[in-house]
């Protein structure tokens, strides 16, 4: 399995949705950019920084097209820069996973994220990498989209904190050896 070449964080664009639990992607990226003294800048439809880890060059993207419709930037970035869907990681959060908790998977279904759904139809595939991110369900019925765009508690955010560092972690640990490596090690 080989590893990842363009990271590429799921989230809501504009300061109203920065910190929200669906923007748990665009936080992932912001700390993998941290890590690798990378800066973002506007490139089309995205924010796009470039860094290196341990001699390899790694892409690190946050879509500005809104969650439902991150399949256009993430298609497009695999055309303009040459990358197969296997050779890019995007990172989203998850309803079905405890805050905190990680999951990383080669491919798979959507499990009902649209972010996910709109980007397996614009690659026209289900089989690319993604880190999954617990953002838990503590919500009642038909509240879902106020849930996932409302900020973590105070009690979580320690929480996500240590997910956001493990997160960088299982990512770095996947262009340094592979997938593989990084799912025995992080999921």
């Given amino acids: 399995m080989s590893s990842p070449r363009l990271i590429i964080g799921l ?11 669906h923007n748990i992607g665009f936080r992932v990226a912001d700390a993998l950019a941290d890590r690798l003294d990378a800066s973002f800048r506007h490139v089309k439809s995205v924010m796009l920084a470039r860094g290196t880890y341990k001699e390899q060059d790694l892409g690190i993207a946050k879509p500005l097209t809104y ?10 970035l695999c055309r303009e820069h040459d990358l197969s869907p296997d050779e890019i ?10 805050v905190g908790t990680l999951r990383l998977r080669p491919g798979g279904s959507s499990g009902g994220h649209n972010g996910l759904s709109h980007v397996a139809d614009r690659l026209g595939t289900t089989d690319f990498p993604r880190l999954r991110v617990g953002i838990g369900s503590d919500f009642a019925s038909g509240e879902q989209v106020d849930y996932v765009l409302s900020p973590f508690t105070a009690q979580q955010e320690p ?16 262009v340094r050896e592979d997938l593989d490596a990084a799912m025995n090690q992080y999921n």
Avoid: F, Q, W
């Fill in 159 to 174: 929480k996500v904190e240590e997910a956001v560092l493990d997160a960088v972690a299982a990512i770095l640990t996947a």
């Fill in 11 to 21: 989230g809501n664009p504009g300061s109203e949705y920065a910190h929200t639990r």
């Fill in 89 to 98: 990681l995007v990172v989203v959060d998850d309803l079905n996973l405890p």
């Fill in 67 to 76: 969650m439902n419709r991150s399949g256009n930037a993430v298609a497009g």
